[in-house]
Structures are given as structure tokens and as C-alpha cells.
């Protein structure tokens, strides 16, 4: 079971909270950056709205009902959208760790057990706060997220689990596929890795946090990046953090990231997406034993 001394939904609050205050995270809010949109303290309060939520997770209530109640908390700053892919990360997450002991065959089974009604319940979540979505894949128009509820006759008379809606998210036929949801149906390997990462590092957590992040945004294409600026920006923005990650590594130090963060907010890319898989990896580290 857990090394924690914390439960699995005081962990999961704690990781959003830790997410935020790491910096620098190029592109992304932290404690020394605001976006035009989006400001420090109103993470800090969807992270605190999210916890009654999180807590129906970790007490087993189906993981879409637990996902709609801490987006309709997070969703009451105001900010609008301030975690809510952290969350679908998390809430499965904290729903295994407080059962069973939080690997990734775990994780998996409890994603592939969802049901119609998590379904639901996920696209439900939609309606409290407006998200970034692509356009979904060609022929399925009427499970576009952003239907909210009125997609539930065309989840139900597809047999549409949450999983199914998951799979159609990471590999669609057109479109760009959403990394988010392939943590979920391959078993979240993204965010196991990222923690040992985290917890084979040094020094202070928010640091940890901060270079999780840049490698993170090094390996792979952000998926809201690639959403909101298109995939050649996207791929753009990957090479861009390699290279910043190649003179952290080279100096020792965070300081090249620095000067990442303001062009990325400058030039408006946020690289959402990737700071979700950080949240979610310090929710594991945590679980682990990560000493705060």
C-alpha cells in the first residue's frame, strides 16, 4: 500500500497544488507567471474545489461521477478551466490507490472496467467549464465532447464506456490523437516513468516538478498545443524544449528554462497537456513515498 503519510485524495490535492507552484514551466501559469487568461491563485483554488470530488474517487464511487464532482469544483473560481486534465488523470488514479496497491496493471483494469454512465458522467463534466477539444474523428459527430449531456443517447446507443471514448480519443482515424487519453488505455506509462524520474532526482520537490515538466515537453508533442496552434507547432515546441533540457542537463540548472517560458508566453503556446501527466506523476511519487 501507500508510503505516504497523507490519504490517496490529500496526495492528489496536494499534487495539483505542487504542479502550479513549480516553475519554471514554459508556457504553463506557475508562481511566477500568470497568463492573460489564467492567473496563480485560481489554480490554487480549483485545486482545493477538485478535493470533494477526489475524495468520492478514493471512497469508490464510479470514476465519471468522482471526475464530474471535482470539475464542478475546480470550476468554481474564476478562471474557467483550470485542471481539468489533471483530473481525468487523477481521479482514476486516486480510485485504485486507495483500493489497491497503485501500479499500472491496476490502473489499467479500473479504465477498462468504466461503464456507459462514467461515460456520461465525463461528457456531463464538459458543461461546467469550456475545454479545449479537437474536432472528433470523422462519422462520430455526435460524440463530440462538447455536446456535454446531449451526447448520452448517442453514448448509450453506441455502448460507448468511457474506456471506448478513451481509445477513440488516443487513436483517432483523423485528428490529433490526445495523449491524455492514451495514458489511459495503455496503463499510464507516461506517468509512472515521470515519477521514478521525479523520485530519483534531487533537491527541493517544486524543482523536481519543474524539470519533470521540460522533460516531459522534450519526449513528445504536446496534445493541447497541437490542438490550439496545430502539429507542426507543436513539433516546433518539442525541439524547442529538447534543446533548453540539453543546456539544463549541461549547466546543472533551471536557469536556461527561464528564458523558454517567457517566449512561450509571449508567443501564447501553453502546453497544458503536459503539465497534466507532472500532476498526475507527483500524485504517484507522492503515493510513493516523495517527501514533501
Known sequence: MSDSPRTPAENAELALLLEVAGTPKPGNVDRRRDLDD??????LAGSVGSAAGLRLAAEG???????????????????????F?????????????????????????????????DAVDFYRAFEHVDVAVGDPPEGVAELDARHGSDAAPALRQREMTLWDVMA????????????????????FPRTFDAAESILADDGPVLDRAAGCFLRQLAAEPDTLVATTHGEETA?????????????VERTDSLDPAEELAEAFVDEGINPGTTADRVAAA???????????
Request: charged fraction near 25%; include cysteine; glycine fraction near 8%.
Open 85 to 117: 486534465g489533471c483530473l481525468l488523470l487523477l481521479t482514476p488514479l486516486v480510485s485504485v490507490a486507495a483500493a489497491d496497491e497503485l501500479h499500472r496493471e491496476a490502473v489499467r483494469d479500473r479504465c477498462r472496467a468504466t461503464t456507459v454512465d
Open 168 to 187: 477513440l480519443s488516443a487513436d483517432p482515424d483523423d485528428g490529433v490523437p490526445d495523449t491524455n487519453a492514451a495514458e489511459w488505455v495503455e496503463g
Open 235 to 247: 513539433r516546433e515546441v518539442r525541439q524547442r524544449a529538447e534543446s533548453t533540457l540539453a543546456a
Open 61 to 83: 464511487v464510479p470514476v465519471g461521477e468522482a471526475f464530474d464532482h471535482a470539475v464542478a469544483g475546480m470550476s468554481r473560481q474564476s478562471g474557467g478551466n483550470t485542471q
Open 38 to 43: 489564467l492567473r496563480f491563485e485560481q489554480f
Open 282 to 292: 507527483l500524485f504517484v511519487a507522492l503515493e510513493r513515498g516523495l517527501t514533501v
